[in-house]
C-alpha cells in the first residue's frame, strides 16, 4: 500500500463550524505533513509532524489545529475559518530522513462561504 | 535558506517534440531536488529525485532531469512530448521541510 488517503474529497463550511480532515497512511511513514494549496500555486507547509509530535509550524492561525492520533493518522482541526482559507488542502507522508521523497493525498477541496 | 526557481509560467510544446521544463536552484551543501507533477484537482504526484550520483537522472513516465552543478540548474526533460503530460509541473529542494519552485504548466498540443 503506497497511498495516502485523505477525506472528505471536498467540504463547504461555513465561517462559524466546525470540521475536521483526515489523513491516513499505512506504510510506516514517521513524518506526516499538512499542506495548502491555492490555485495554480505551490503547496505551502503548514504542519510537520515527526514520530507523532508537531515539529514543525509554520506560523499558522490557530483556526486550524493539527491532531496526529497515531503513526498511521493525520487530523486538521478547523474552527471559525476565513473565505481567504479556501484551498486545496493536501497531506503528505514521508519516511522522515532528509532527502525522502514525500508521497502526497489527493487533497481536500475546501469552500469556505 | 534554500530555495528553487521556475523561470518560466508557461511551456507550450507539440506532441512529439522534446521538451524542456527549466529550474534552478539556491542551497548551501549538498542539494536534494526533485520533480512533481499535479493533474487538475489531484495531489502531487513524484517523478524523480537528485541526491548524488550520476548527473542524469531518470523517472517515471520517461522523464529525466540533468543536474548541473556549474549552472545550479535541475531542468526536467522528455524526449518526446505527449498530450497526456500536459499538468502542473513544480521542481522542489528538500532539506527538513520539502519546498517548491512556482510552478510551471506545461501544455502539449497535437
Known amino acids: 500500500d503506497t497511498e495516502v488517503t485523505q477525506t472528505p474529497k471536498h467540504l463547504v463550511m461555513g465561517m462559524t463550524n466546525k470540521k475536521s480532515l483526515k489523513c491516513e497512511q499505512h506504510m510506516g511513514h514517521r513524518a506526516m505533513y499538512w499542506y495548502k494549496q491555492k ?6 507547509l503548514m504542519f510537520v509532524y515527526s514520530y507523532e509530535k508537531l515539529s514543525i509550524n509554520e506560523s ?18 478547523l474552527h471559525a475559518l476565513q473565505p481567504e482559507d479556501s484551498a ?5 507522508s514521508s519516511q522522515g530522513q532528509v532527502g525522502e521523497k514525500l508521497f502526497f493525498g489527493s487533497g481536500t477541496q475546501l469552500s469556505v462561504l | ?13 507539440a506532441e512529439g517534440n522534446p521538451l524542456t521544463v527549466k ?3 539556491s542551497v548551501s ?9 499535479q493533474y487538475p484537482n489531484r495531489g502531487l504526484q513524484f517523478l524523480l529525485k537528485y541526491i548524488t550520483g550520476d548527473n542524469l537522472v531518470k523517472g517515471s513516465y520517461g ?13 526536467l526533460k522528455k524526449p518526446s512530448a505527449l498530450v497526456s503530460d500536459s499538468a502542473l ?9 520539502l519546498t517548491f519552485g512556482t510552478g510551471t504548466q506545461l501544455k502539449v498540443e497535437l
Do not use: M
Open chain 1, 39 to 44: 490555485a495554480k500555486k505551490p503547496p505551502e
Open chain 1, 60 to 77: 499558522v492561525p490557530s483556526r486550524f489545529s493539527p491532531e496526529c492520533p497515531n503513526s498511521s493518522l493525520l487530523n486538521l482541526h
Open chain 1, 88 to 92: 486545496l488542502y493536501l497531506c503528505a
Open chain 2, 1 to 13: 535558506a534554500q530555495s528553487v526557481a521556475q523561470p518560466e509560467d508557461q511551456v507550450n510544446v
Open chain 2, 23 to 25: 529550474c534552478t536552484y
Open chain 2, 29 to 37: 551543501g549538498n542539494p536534494y531536488l526533485f520533480w512533481y507533477v
Open chain 2, 63 to 75: 522523464f529525466e532531469a540533468e543536474f548541473n552543478k556549474s549552472q545550479t540548474s535541475f531542468h
Open chain 2, 89 to 97: 509541473y513544480f521542481c522542489a529542494v528538500r532539506d527538513i521541510k
